[in-house]
């Protein structure tokens, strides 16, 4: 019986009481677990300690997460962030190199609302810091003061671009995604493909395509800006992200234990 696919998922750093944390979301790790049928293990954000390639040797697979913070704008050449603004250095210096590390190994990918950010930024690409203040784009932030139930309900339609990873999955030309963030895409990492966007042209997913010139071929790199992680199994359309990102781990995992029994 071939096991279960080991799973990094990203932490952010976050003081809890006079102490320092590596947290994850449980929504993530259960998704995972539930729907990806992959086994969780959360990576803490200690780049000055922990190189990439020791990561992408141990693991079959990789979730970047949403978080309540947002990376540093020095990152894309941003401008400063508006006073106030919650960041996570530890986890931006974790994170966006070891992106770049997986698609160049070929270890899968799904990045997750600041994963999808940082998947973008890791390549290159720059962010809205307020989507809302630009004067093109509707307001993406979830409703304040509401049940976390009606914050993560389907909000707005979102159209799948053909010949894409998403159309790839079965998704029709037209879903609804719940839609919970304040920034999004400004400009399109160079070599990324757009798989969908909002009724208003913001990028809602791209992806690595084969032939990107950085990346293996074939490389499942799939970052989508919504929260798929939320109920997944109650939405057939978010399941179906899951279970791809789940099978391309699979696929690593049997390879590299295939590899392990021939080196043996």
């Not at 790790?29 to 049928?37: E, F, H, L, T, Y």
């Not at 890791?122 to 630009?134: I, M, N, R, W, Y």
């Not at 409703?143 to 909000?155: K, M, R």
């Not at 071929?217 to 791809?244: C, M, R």
Request: charged content about 15%.
């Amino acid at each position: 019986m071939s096991r279960l696919p080991l799973i990094g998922v990203t932490a952010c750093t976050q003081p809890i009481g006079s102490h320092a944390y590596h947290i994850s979301g449980d929504k993530y790790v259960r998704a995972v677990a539930v729907a990806a049928k992959g086994l969780p293990l959360i990576l803490p954000s200690l780049a000055e300690l922990i190189d990439p390639a020791d990561i992408l040797a141990a693991v079959d697979g990789l979730l970047f997460t949403g978080s309540p913070s947002n990376v540093e704008p020095y990152h894309y050449s941003g401008p400063a962030s508006a006073p106030g603004t919650a960041h996570d250095p530890a986890r931006d210096h974790t994170t966006l190199p070891l992106i770049r590390a997986a698609v160049a190994a070929g270890v899968p990918v799904l990045g997750i609302c600041r994963g999808f950010q940082e998947l973008n930024v890791a390549f290159g690409g720059s962010l809205h810091q307020k989507v809302h203040e630009t004067g093109t784009f509707m307001d993406h932030r979830e409703p304040d003061n509401e049940p976390v139930e009606i914050q993560y309900a389907p909000s707005h339609p979102m159209h799948i671009e053909p010949g894409g990873v998403l159309a790839g999955l079965g998704l029709r030309e037209e879903i609804r995604v719940n839609s919970i963030h304040g920034q999004g895409v400004e400009r399109l990492a160079p070599g990324l493909r757009v798989e969908a966007t909002a009724p208003d042209g913001l990028i809602e997913a791209i992806s690595v395509p084969e032939g990107a010139p950085f990346a293996t071929a074939n490389v499942f790199a799939l970052g989508v800006q919504w929260h798929p992680e939320w109920q997944v199994t109650q939405n057939p359309d978010y399941l179906s992200i899951f279970k791809a990102f789940g099978d391309a781990c699979r696929k690593r995992a049997a390879q590299r234990d295939a590899q392990a029994l021939k080196n043996a």
